[in-house]
């Protein structure tokens, strides 16, 4: 898998998702939930598409917060499957009451 152009990630339209140069290039968002429930249902569900993928985030949870970086390590930068976490992310979020 090759890593994304510049341009091929400007075009994914994530406005919430910050770039980073890091690792080859990485994406990272945090994300605040009504309670610790809401937060770690978030992530079992992301947990569970991540694994059928076999595309693993980094992530950190404390309380109702979540800080997810992604990045593919094998590719050294991002790719495709970065993207589609992401979304997954962000839909996923939304149903669990992201602030």
Known sequence: MQPLT????ASAALPDW???????????????FADFVQAFGFMTQLA???????????????YNRVNIVLTTHDAGGLTERDITLARLADGLAQQFGHD
């Open 6 to 9: 510049t341009d091929q990630i």
């Open 48 to 62: 569970l598409h991540a694994e059928k993928m076999n595309h693993h985030p980094e992530w950190s949870n404390v």
């Open 18 to 32: 910050s770039y980073s140069s890091e690792r080859g290039g990485c994406l990272s968002r945090n994300f605040v």
